[in-house]
């Protein structure tokens, strides 16, 4: 019995390849549907494979260790008018409690004198930050020119600041800038380094700002509307990530006296995490992408049963033919679903190729980091999906020609 | 003896068509009994049944009533793969209008039926070459059907019909696209068949042919009008 599943499956699919290399024109163009939904998948899964494998590498440069606290508040609070703030304080108590860390600084936001920062008639929309000597540690930055900020420059509230390459070119500083004055809103302030340039990460300029000390801008924020601040510190290494965030979150909740169901006022964040929500982004790209595709490869699929069809009732005599000299309705079918999965596969291997090209001249064309990759599991999900489309679609042309009656077959013209 | 003998067995085979809501009896009780090595003609004018006999001796379709034995097995409850097994196994089939397939070769034509049994390739092209090799085409294994004269093309189809070791070869209306000549070539080449044990039954309702054959069993209104063994004619006298 198996032995004859085999062979009339051997029998079927060889006579289905004979059919399909006499009708080479038309089984290319019938399997086209296929070829450009299986080709749209592996350009976008590689673009955004691609993508992601960039966006790792930038984030790896960045300093995957770093960690980020910041205030959170969660929604039903933000309805409440209540915003979470970390404070000063806060920054003080894990600074001298918690063990394993490496570099800790302070980082707050200048708020007071809006984000225009000027020099000449130039001006420029920039971040300005208030932060400590610690911070080019911690966050890896270092000055071309000049230096960073000092312990001094922070304990004397001085007006200095450290400021990114884009912010220099913006605002037309010359080559040397370092003793030039700048203007933030009305205040007057000393350049005194110039920051390496980090380049770009999911096309946001990375060297837009401006670095003054944590005093300075605090001072200048006043207190009358927040003191809210980011710690940013790097642990020692060897330190267990997860454990020291732990210590820190536990010192936090006992000093607020934070019971088991209320939720933190403050988050952690990584690196790690910042690819992760990268790359549940792309993913979900991906499966946009997939779903789209999915619609064009039943589209495909039911162009395959259409010219199967017409394939069915065009050799009808074949099949009249083929019966008589003793086929079995069983070989007539499998030679018609073979072909059917063939002309799908097909496909899909064209496609394959073709999906390769185009990502390849995407990427000549994108200046995105990361290397062509098509992924293996890509490669196989398009290869069995189009055989499924195949054997589904092919199935009832399939059907319909192995029920022919061989009297009725024979005869038809 | 004669029993025993028998490749074909019919008793009291009837077809009848379901067309709409009416049933048109094509056959109505036949009895016919062939022998080993006969070569028979079954004629009759248009409708008389003998194309519904054909397609029952052949195994195409299957009785309605009646009981149909082939080498003694009782294919008339046979389901359809075992029909196709038998039409495999023991018929050969020749049709007037060829029924090559047009975009493979003599050869491929001919091994056809072969692949419908487990059989390597080798020994197929064997049996292919060595069934061309009787009707005389042994030089054309390559060339397509389009390429063959109508006479030479029959001879194909009758390799095709041979190569399986049929017991009986099937001819309906095998001469009907040829000219005489060409009439006279096939019918020369059945006749050999025949003198090496061939049994053959052609369908026909061109009285030449069946006079050619040594038993004439005449349909007429889905009877068996006249069952007549004789001397076979000449074909050069009936010329």
């Known amino acids: ?413 | 003896m004669r029993q025993s003998n028998a490749i074909i067995e019919l008793k009291g085979v009837s077809k009848t068509y379901q067309i709409g809501d009416e049933g048109y009896v094509a056959l109505k009780g036949i009895d016919l009994t062939i022998n080993h090595n006969e070569f028979v003609a079954i004629t009759g004018p248009s409708g008389s049944g003998k194309s519904t006999l054909m397609n029952i001796l052949g195994c195409l379709s299957t009785p309605t009533n009646g009981e149909y034995q082939l080498n003694n097995q009782n294919v008339a409850n046979y389901d359809e793969d075992q029909l196709a097994h038998v039409r495999n196994h023991s018929i050969g089939f020749i049709f007037q209008s060829f029924n090559l397939l047009p975009r493979q070769s003599v050869l491929q034509n001919v091994i056809h039926p072969l692949k419908y049994r487990s059989m390597s390739s080798v020994e197929r092209k064997r049996r292919a070459l060595s069934a061309l090799d009787k009707v005389g085409l042994g030089d054309k294994v390559n060339s397509f059907p389009s390429q063959l004269s109508g006479g030479q093309r029959q001879r194909v189809a009758i390799a095709r019909a041979l190569v399986t070791e049929p017991e009986i070869l099937l001819g309906d209306e095998p001469t009907g696209n040829l000219d005489s000549k060409t009439t006279q070539e096939i019918m020369a080449l059945f006749d050999q068949l025949h003198e090496q044990g061939q049994t053959v039954v052609l369908v026909t309702h061109e009285q030449d042919i069946a006079d050619h054959c040594q038993r004439e069993v005449r349909l007429v209104d889905g009877l068996l009008a006249s069952d007549v063994s004789k001397e076979r004619v000449s074909w050069g006298l009936a010329c």
Not at chain 1, 103 to 131: C, L, N, P, W
Not at chain 1, 137 to 163: C, H, Q, Y
Not at chain 1, 344 to 371: D, K
């Open chain 1, 1 to 413: 019995m198996l032995n004859r599943i085999f062979h009339s499956a051997y029998e079927g699919s060889v006579a289905a390849i004979e059919s399909i290399f006499a009708h080479s024109f038309r089984s290319a163009l019938t399997t086209l549907g296929i070829i450009i939904g299986v080709a749209s998948v592996i350009t976008v899964v590689s673009i955004m494979e691609g993508l992601s494998q960039g966006v790792g590498n930038q984030l790896k440069d960045l300093g995957s260790d770093m960690v980020t606290i910041k205030a959170h508040t969660n929604t039903e609070l933000e309805m409440l008018g209540v915003t979470n703030q970390l404070t000063y304080d806060d920054y003080l108590l894990i600074k001298s409690k918690v063990l394993g860390i490496k570099d800790i600084a302070a980082k707050m936001r200048a708020f007071s004198f809006g984000s225009e920062a000027r020099f000449g008639q130039y001006s420029t929309h920039t971040q300005v930050i208030g932060t400590e000597s610690d911070y080019q540690n911690v966050v890896n930055i270092f000055p071309v020119e000049g230096r960073f900020l000092s312990n001094t420059d922070d304990a004397k509230r001085r007006r200095v600041v450290f400021v990114g390459s884009s912010v220099l070119k913006k605002l037309n500083l010359p080559s040397h800038p370092v003793g030039e004055f700048i203007l933030l809103g009305e205040e007057w302030f000393k350049v005194i380094g110039i920051a390496e340039t980090r380049g770009s990460l999911f096309g946001f300029d990375q060297d837009n700002y401006i670095i003054a000390p944590f005093s300075t801008i605090r001072s200048l924020n006043g207190t009358d509307r927040t003191n809210n601040i980011d710690i940013v510190f790097r642990p020692e290494v060897g330190v267990d990530l997860a454990l020291l965030n732990d210590r820190i979150r536990s010192l936090l909740r006992k000093k607020y006296r934070l019971t088991e169901p209320e939720q933190d006022f403050f988050e952690f964040e990584t690196a790690e995490r910042t690819r992760k929500q990268f790359s549940d982004i792309t993913d979900s790209i991906t499966y946009v992408a997939a779903g789209v595709v999915g619609i064009s490869l039943i589209v495909g699929g039911i162009g395959i049963m259409n010219i199967m069809l017409v394939s069915v009732t065009e050799r009808t005599k074949e099949i009249g033919i083929a019966k008589s000299l003793g086929a079995t309705s069983r070989i007539i079918l499998t030679q018609f679903l073979v072909e059917a999965s063939v002309l799908a596969l097909f496909g899909g291997v064209v496609g394959i190729l073709l999906g390769y090209l185009l990502a390849g001249v995407v990427f000549m064309f994108m200046p995105v980091i990361g290397s062509l990759t098509v992924p293996a599991w890509a490669i196989w999900l398009a290869l069995g999906f189009s055989g499924i489309i195949g054997v589904v679609f092919g199935i009832a042309p399939a059907i319909k020609a192995s029920k022919l009656d061989p009297i009725d077959a024979l005869r038809y013209e």
